[in-house]
T-cell receptor
Framework: GDSVTQMEGPVTLSEEAFLTINCTYT??????LFWYVQYPGEGLQLLLK?????DKGSNKGFEATYRKETTSFHLEKGSVQVSDSAVYFC?????????????FGKGTKLSVKP | EPEVTQTPSHQVTQMGQEVILRCVPI?????FYWYRQILGQKVEFLVS????????KSEIFDDQFSVERPDGSNFTLKIRSTKLEDSAMYFC?????????FGPGTRLTVL
């Protein structure tokens, strides 16, 4: 069945460092791909998404490109801030659009030190 | 900005008791979902609901679980006889064209 694999955390960075969180997926068909973020004590928030190959999702300085050839959707940010400390989840939906259920990776905890 | 709300934020119950977790999805959304996250593990899909009926459910969603939209605004998840392994965060979500909007979650602790 469909699945998502994320790099293991936790990841600890200094402020202004470059961030990469790897995500690869296995899916039949053409899934939509998502990154969600969970700040301490809060629910899951959609960070960015991409619905087809070569799409780039971006938001709040974060980017991820849908790479069908490598089945990847790695999350990047050029300069992290302390406020980016959170758990990041990669997810896919097997159906185009947003109505299908989401399959999540295990999450990667990011801690940014001042 | 519209949001999904969930109550209670934390529920403690004894094994074998029934619990009802409540959610108020965003009013003009049509698809609703429940997910759970056991501590330290991944977020798992339980069930999706559309047009007043279950549209898809996972193997986790067995006969102990049920969902209901009793009054057109609330969306509930009932666990009939809780087990220790039901302890988890339960997230409700509703979807729009951009993606799922999640509630803050209910932490269920089964003793």
């Amino acid at each position: 069945g469909d699945s998502v694999t994320q790099m293991e955390g936790p990841v600890t960075l200094s402020e202004e460092a470059f961030l990469t969180i790897n995500c690869t997926y296995t899916a039949t068909g053409y899934p939509s791909l998502f990154w969600y973020v969970q700040y301490p004590g809060e629910g899951l928030q959609l960070l960015l998404k991409a619905t087809k190959a070569d799409d780039k999702g971006s938001n709040k300085g974060f980017e991820a490109t849908y790479r069908k050839e490598t089945t990847s959707f790695h999350l990047e940010k050029g300069s992290v801030q302390v406020s980016d400390s959170a758990v990041y989840f990669c997810a896919l939906s097997g159906q185009r659009g947003s109505q299908g259920n989401l399959i999540f990776g295990k999450g990667t905890k990011l801690s940014v030190k001042p | 900005e519209p949001e999904v709300t969930q109550t209670p934020s934390h529920q403690v119950t004894q094994m074998g008791q029934e619990v009802i977790l409540r959610c108020v999805p965003i009013s003009n959304h049509l698809y609703f979902y429940w997910y759970r996250q056991i501590l330290g593990q991944k977020v798992e899909f339980l069930v999706s609901f559309y047009n007043n009926e279950i549209s898809e459910k996972s193997e986790i969603f067995d006969d102990q679980f049920s969902v209901e939209r009793p009054d057109g605004s609330n969306f509930t998840l009932k666990i009939r006889s809780t087990k220790l392994e039901d302890s988890a965060m339960y997230f409700c979500a509703s979807s729009e064209p951009g993606g799922h909007i999640f509630g803050p979650g209910t932490r269920l602790t089964v003793l």
